[in-house]
């Protein structure tokens, strides 16, 4: 679905955008990929190792929605990647989170339907289930907006939908890399915030997969979420650096223990799938009605039992000692 076809990334400089275009280039014949981001040092770095004829580099920021509109002109599918990720970042410069992903969330949806994409996905994250900082509160709100925005749509053919999952193994503000940093260093402690710190665990190439995924389910409205593996905190730990003492230094401002990706408020909401769930709109939309348990591929779900919680802390499958060294190889 992606030959011929044009895709505009916002953040398309970060590790996302990296990978979802190598993946595009390596696998699909696509007619653009457009990279839509503010850093022009990065824009630069990422020319240097993707410079195809389809590429197309825009700078410009999600605040800005005439310069999103006019980078959307022509294109098929977007993808929202960009957001202000730094928890603690956040809580100390709450205004700045919310203008990027919040106003810029919806800024990204005007130009969409200003330009008639036909398929829009936002990524989120597992802390805007239950959010308790203000980085997870504001992609609640961003949520919110991309799936209500299936109503504003009328009856344009634009359709929105949302991918949530947990951790991305060595990206950018991973703990993978600053375990690795203070391990080449020869420090004498890897700091651990609780012992107790549970993480949901995804590989990039695996986040890129499921997001190209949905765009071939997605009827519009849906937050998908991928059924991944968990890990302990002091298990990550122990597997990088068996040797290396561990020292316990308290959860930073605005962190959980464990993450949730499907509230038990939302149970009655989530649908179970082989290999994911979906979070289904709370709200009707008005143009179109669907069957949620059949998606586009004709993959069938069932609706999960009333109080069901989908926890990083109560997960059944937990990574051992190998497989979290498995996956911190293959980033």
Request: glycine fraction near 6%; hydrophobic fraction near 40%; include cysteine.
């Amino acid at each position: 679905m992606f030959n011929n076809k044009s895709i505009l990334i916002t953040g398309g400089t970060g590790s996302f955008g990296k990978k979802f275009t190598e993946t595009m280039i390596n696998n699909y014949d696509p007619k653009r990929i457009v990279i839509f981001s503010r850093g022009e040092l990065k824009q630069f770095e990422m020319q240097q190792q993707f410079s195809q004829n389809c590429m197309r580099y825009f700078i410009g920021d999600v605040r800005d929605k005439e310069r999103l509109s006019m980078a959307m002109n022509g294109v098929d599918y977007v993808i929202h990647a960009a957001a202000l990720k730094q928890v603690p970042a956040a809580e100390y410069n709450p205004m700045e989170c919310i203008k990027t992903n919040i106003l810029g969330a919806e800024n990204v949806i005007h130009a969409a339907l200003n330009n008639n994409i036909q398929k829009v996905i936002a990524l989120s994250t597992d802390k805007a289930a239950n959010p308790i900082n203000l980085y997870g509160a504001t992609k609640l709100c961003s949520d919110k907006l991309f799936v209500a925005a299936n109503n504003l749509a009328g009856t344009k053919e634009t359709i929105f939908s949302v991918v949530r999952y947990g951790n991305v193994v060595g990206s950018r503000g991973s703990v993978v890399p600053f375990f690795q940093k203070l391990i080449d260093e020869r420090k004498e402690y890897l700091p651990i915030t609780d012992k107790k710190m549970t993480r949901f665990w995804i590989s990039l190439q695996q986040g890129v997969d499921f997001v190209i995924k949905n765009f071939q389910r997605m009827s519009g409205g849906e937050i998908y979420v991928p059924k991944i593996p968990s890990v302990r905190i002091t298990d990550l730990a122990t597997a990088m650096a068996p040797d290396m003492p561990q020292e316990v230094i308290g959860i930073r401002p605005g962190e959980k223990l464990h993450e949730i990706m499907c509230p038990m408020d939302d149970s009655h909401l989530t649908v179970e799938f082989e290999d994911h769930y979906v979070i289904l709109p709370a709200i009707r939309f008005r143009t179109k009605k669907i069957d949620n348990t059949v998606n586009n591929l004709l993959e069938r779900g069932y609706f999960v039992k009333q109080g069901f919680e989908y926890s990083s802390g109560t997960n059944s499958h937990f990574l051992s000692a190998d497989e979290i060294l498995e996956y911190n190889k293959n980033q």
